[in-house]
Structure formats: C-alpha cells, structure tokens
C-alpha cells in the first residue's frame, strides 16, 4: 500500500459545519470534494480512502447538507461539501448550500485543492459549470474525476475525457481523468493527485 493510500485509509470523521464560521481552524491543508448529488461523489471518497462507510452514500439525493471534515492526521483533511444539482430541497437551502461553498473557496486558507465529481455520462452541467468558474476565480488548483466510468466503453469514456479536457483547457491548474468506484479504474492517478497536493513524498512506503 502506497504512502498516500496508508494516510487515507486512516480518515475519519471529525465534524459537520452548517456554514464556513462553523469549521475547524483554518490550518494545514485541506482537499475539498464537491459534485451533483447523484454523481457518485461519496461513492468516490470511500473507493479513495478505502472505507465502505465514510462518506454516507444515499438514495435520496441531496441528504447531506454539512460541509463534513474527516481527518488524515493533525494537519491534513478531506473536506466533503454539500452535494448540489438534483436534491429536493427548498431553493432557500438551495441558495444557502452555493453561499457556503462560495465562502469557502474565497474564504478558507487551508483549501489546497478541489476535486470536482461528475458522470462521465452527463459531465459539465449548469453547477459543474459554477463549481469550475468558482475555482478559477478563487485560483483553487481543481482535479475533476469523471465517476462511472465502468458505464462507458473504452472509446466512449475516452472521448468524454477528451472533450471535457478541451473545454477546460484554458482553465490553469485544472486536470482530467476517468474514475470507477465499481472497478477501481483511475485509483493510482487520483492517488497521485492527492498526493501531491497533500505534499506526500510516495516513495516514503515503498
């Protein structure tokens, strides 16, 4: 098991912050996950840290409604914000949830890096959009993993990572990849990621 794999696995639950005034102390480096409600972001958190349970997965989009800290060790954190998109809740919470994550990515100093979730079968909607416009102007180094990946054909995934690469392309800082929680494609890559933006030398464990 890598480096980055080992520190992972470790993460667990710390707290759930209603708003960014509600989060731990701004320090050490923190690595946000935001993604459409259905486009298997939890799913991806446990395959990455290797845990069936830590991000609750649900068959009622939207049910998460926290800005949810899990802890690596003293200094790192995965940060898991409020699913948005398809969730069936008021369009106040709606607002609320986008005002958070909006405060977050301008507010929080220990943000080291973004990874936005999408399905590779419906990639760049109206708030995957919003998410990426968000991180440009606040300069958050973004990774988007194409989830589901396992639903595609070779070819056809391939193509959609080509062409959300191309709409991205001017984006500084923003990179691409395929990713399956169902089949473990992608895992070393993202690894490599988070990783580098957790500042983890790999070769520590090898």
Known sequence: ?????????????????PSVEACPPDQGIEIA???????????????????????????????????????????????????????QVPEKMKKDWQAHMSQYLEDRNALKGLVIVMDVRHPLKDFDKMMLDWASHYQVPTHILLSKADKLKKNPANSTKFQVG?????????????????????????????????????????
């Open 1 to 17: 098991m890598s480096s980055i794999a080992q520190l992972l696995h470790r993460a667990h639950f710390l707290l759930g912050a």
């Open 33 to 87: 996950f935001a993604g459409r409600s259905n486009s298997g972001k939890s799913s991806a958190i446990n395959t990455l840290t290797g845990q069936k349970k830590l991000a609750r997965t649900s068959k009622t989009p939207g049910r998460t409604q926290m800005i949810n800290f899990f802890a690596l060790d003293d200094e790192r954190k995965l940060v898991d914000l409020p699913g948005y998109g398809f969730a």
């Open 166 to 206: 191309k709409a991205v392309k001017d984006s500084p800082n923003v990179s691409v990849q395929l990713f399956s929680s169902q089949n473990r494609l992608g895992l070393e890559e993202a690894h490599r990621k988070l990783a580098e933006w957790f500042e983890i030398n790999q070769d520590q464990a090898k």
